[in-house]
């Protein structure tokens, strides 16, 4: 079964700062993606990456993919509130079926 | 943009009950997806399709079947609710294979 591993679970950081969140996922797969959910909301679409190296950056938030380590990465750049909420990663198995990450409930303090 | 609905925001349903969980999408994608979402757990996939009629086991079917008479339309049935049950539902879809899903609002149920 595939595994995917989140941390941190919880991170609070103040405004300002940098920091970045990881995700591990035990099997082979060139295909992962990084969502945002607020709470009560659903989650978005925030990156995907398709393939060893592929780096995508949106405002603060930059993401990159390991394909070897089995590793992916969300670089938080200079954190502002608005960034506070949930954030997935989730690696494709195989015909579009996606394994997430428990999640990081990011908070931003002022 | 793709829009995906669900049936109900929230949704309160007895022990035993037969309930139904409705997913639309008005942008044609071959792929739809439930999952149920749990604190500590992340999103679980329960049942998917790729096509009408078509539906294949995700990884925690027990309890749950589902049902895909049109493309648009993807429906969780839970055929005896418990208490276990209680979660938040989410439903996806998707236009194939290296395409992010897209995620409709979620039904948050409550099995008394």
């Known amino acids: 079964e595939l595994k995917v591993e989140q941390n941190p679970l919880f991170l609070s950081m103040q405004e300002g700062k940098n920091y970045t969140i990881y995700c591990n996922y035990s099997?082979?797969?060139?295909?992962l993606y990084w969502y945002r959910q607020d709470p009560g909301k659903s989650l978005e679409s925030l990156f995907v990456l398709l393939s060893n190296g592929a780096v995508k950056q949106e405002g603060r938030l930059m993401a990159s993919l390991d394909t070897k380590a089995r590793l992916s990465t969300l670089h938080i750049t200079a954190a502002v509130h608005d960034l506070s909420a949930t954030y997935f990663c989730?690696?494709?198995?195989?015909?579009?079926?996606?394994?997430f990450g428990t999640g990081t409930s990011l908070t931003v303090i002022p | 943009d793709v829009k995906v609905t669900q049936s109900s925001r929230y949704l309160v349903k007895r022990t035993g009950e037969k309930v139904f969980l409705e997913c639309v999408q008005d942008?044609?994608?071959?792929?739809m997806f439930w999952y149920r979402q749990d604190p500590g757990l992340g999103l679980r996939l329960i049942y998917f399709?790729?096509?009408?009629?078509?539906?294949e086991k995700g990884d925690i079917p027990e309890g749950y079947s589902v049902s895909r008479e049109k493309k648009e339309r993807f429906s969780l049935i839970l055929e005896s609710a418990s208490t276990n049950q209680t979660s938040m539902y989410l439903c996806?879809?998707?236009?194939?294979?290296?395409?992010?899903?897209?995620f409709g609002p979620g039904t948050r149920l409550t099995v008394l």
């Open positions: 099997t082979t797969s060139d295909r």
């Open positions: 989730a690696v494709d198995k195989g015909g579009n079926q996606f394994y």
């Open positions: 399709s790729y096509d009408v009629k078509m539906k």
């Open positions: 942008m044609d994608h071959e792929n």
């Open positions: 996806a879809n998707g236009p194939g294979p290296i395409n992010e899903q897209f």
